[in-house]
């Protein structure tokens, strides 16, 4: 929006002018103004001494790939693409003077200061799907752990045989959290050695728990993004839903082995956990439980129900239908 001296007045400082040029032409067009702001290159024409400027051409910083003069005409080429993907490209004729010497630079600096911004969100972005990817993969192999403990109880070799598989199948996927020694496991299983067996599986559990304990370590491809601020789930929390879901899926089978008092341990211990991990999950779920006044009972139909929301809140980041 214009007054009627030229000028430019704007609604907010994003749209407030960082540069301007009077006296541009535009390529197959007539003669304005071009204008810098925080967002956008604009290029406004007047068709009159009395009439107020009119926005012929706004190019959205953040879709401009180029941006260089061309010494010999004096023209500022810009290369973008329009709001359908499509690559565009325009020439603009500067007069002499400091106002078009300045823009050029001026509008490179919002450039870089853009991209650094989308390549900072872009890293960001990553590193949050990394965290729900690998929450994801300590679910699923922590799950088929836990149901090898139950198929030990039961010496069900052959459900032990199916979980041990999977669990290959996730190693050679790269799904597995590295430095566990899952092949230890593997080995053991055809012995049918159920003691070694399980001290084995053991070896793995402390070996994935131990590796979830450590701070994790910035990988190059995060640079040095401050992590902390991120919203939602963190490096921590994979460590509480690994313990929820290990300590979840025992349940069963310490209800066929120890004595309700236990188990009434083992449920209150659940509760807490899901307490910490209600407060990642709290947009999938909403409701708010007072788990320190609910019996034992309530307590696990609200672990149950945890159990559930988890899932879901892990399927759907990581796209799993």
């Known amino acids: 929006m214009s007054d009627d001296n030229g000028s430019t007045t704007c609604v907010d400082d994003r749209q407030r002018p960082v540069a301007v040029v009077k006296n541009v032409r535009l390529e197959g067009g007539g003669k304005g103004q071009l204008l810098l702001t925080e967002r956008a290159l604009v290029f406004e024409a007047r068709r009159g001494f009395f009439s107020k400027p009119r926005t012929e051409l706004e190019i959205d910083l953040s879709a401009i790939s180029s941006a260089v003069m061309d010494e010999e005409s004096k023209a500022l080429v810009v290369e973008w693409l329009d709001e359908n993907q499509e690559y565009s490209a325009i020439r603009m004729y500067l007069p002499k003077g400091k106002a078009a010497e300045d823009l050029c630079p001026a509008l ?8 650094a911004g989308e390549e900072l969100a872009r890293r960001r972005a990553a ?10 993969d300590v679910w699923c192999v922590t799950g088929l752990l836990a149901g090898i403990i139950d198929g030990l109880t039961r010496e069900d070799w052959q459900a032990i045989d199916g979980l041990v598989q999977d669990i290959e199948s996730m190693a050679m996927d790269g799904s597995i959290v590295p430095g566990v020694p899952m092949q ?3 080995d053991a299983v055809p012995s049918r050695d159920g003691p070694l067996v399980l001290r084995r599986l053991l070896d793995v559990l402390r070996g994935l728990g131990s590796t979830l304990n450590n701070e994790l370590l910035p990988a190059e491809e995060w640079g040095e993004l401050v992590l ?3 919203p939602g789930l963190k490096w921590r929390d994979i ?6 879901e290990v300590r979840s899926r025992l349940l069963h089978p ?3 082995l120890c004595s309700q008092e236990e188990v009434d341990g ?9 307490q910490l991990l209600g ?3 709290s947009e999938e779920q909403q409701d708010v439980v007072s788990w320190d006044k609910l019996d034992t009972a309530e307590l696990e139909s609200e672990v149950d129900n945890m159990a559930v929301n988890l899932e879901r809140a892990l399927e759907s980041r990581v796209g799993v239908a």
């Open 239 to 244: 460590r509480y839903i690994y313990l929820f």
């Open 254 to 256: 310490m209800r066929r």
């Open 279 to 281: 407060e990642t999950l």
């Open 108 to 115: 490179n600096e919002s450039l870089e200061r853009i991209r």
């Open 228 to 230: 902390e601020d991120l």
């Open 266 to 274: 083992a449920v209150r211990r659940l509760g807490k956990i899901s």
């Open 184 to 186: 230890a496991l593997s």
């Open 127 to 136: 590193y949050v799907d990394f965290l729900w990817g690998t929450a994801y």
